[in-house]
């Protein structure tokens, strides 16, 4: 298993992981916005269709402070920025999948699927309805980072980079994705 991200479709990106398990504790930090504020994004999340998603972005909260930030980057450093969205199938603790973005219809979708491997967990993450190959490759250098500090996090208790990886991904994403 790559631990790159693939497109799977027009507007559509796959990423498959194995975390340290089990399901339930990696649901956990997929749901509970303590836990998730830990690699992605605090914020409540009613865990019912149509539930609310309301994600609160500050990576300094969990992106190692002595790592240096590149500078296209460095606006978010400290920066809070709120993101709302919407559940659409929650299926405790397998499938977690919502809308995410603007209310103009520009939205995309993101789904989270579960399997318990063993002791481990594999996570398969979906992300569609991406505006164009710009916002794929971004939003994969954004997954391919937040994947390493939960897997981090998962294993180690901190995230061990953030920043790098998604400078480092985002570069390798426009060398493999299609040209449109």
Do not use: N, P, W, Y
């Given at each position: 298993m790559s631990d790159h991200g693939t497109v799977i479709g027009p507007r559509a990106v796959r990423f498959?992981?194995?975390l340290p398990g089990p399901i339930e504790r990696v649901w956990a930090y997929l749901t509970e916005p303590d836990k998730?504020?830990?690699w992605?994004?605090?914020g409540e999340m009613e865990l019912r269709v149509g539930g609310r998603v309301a994600f609160r972005f500050h990576h300094a909260d969990f992106a190692p402070p002595d790592e240096p930030v590149p500078e296209r980057?460095?606006?978010y450093r400290d920066a809070v920025i709120d993101s709302p969205g919407v559940v659409t199938r929650c299926e405790a603790p397998r499938l977690l999948v919502f809308e995410w973005g603007e209310e103009d219809g520009s939205s995309s979708e993101v789904t989270f699927e579960l399997e318990p491997v063993g002791?481990?967990?594999r996570l398969v993450?979906?992300?569609?309805r991406l505006a164009d190959r710009a916002a794929m490759i971004g939003v994969s250098g954004g997954w391919h980072g937040h994947l390493a500090v939960l897997a981090d996090v998962l294993a180690e208790g901190r995230a061990c980079a953030f920043w790098?990886?998604?400078d480092r991904a985002e570069a390798d994403y426009e060398k493999r994705y299609p040209m449109e």
């Open positions: 498959e992981r194995m998730r504020a830990t992605f994004a605090g980057f460095e606006k002791e481990r967990a993450l979906t992300h569609r790098s990886v998604i």
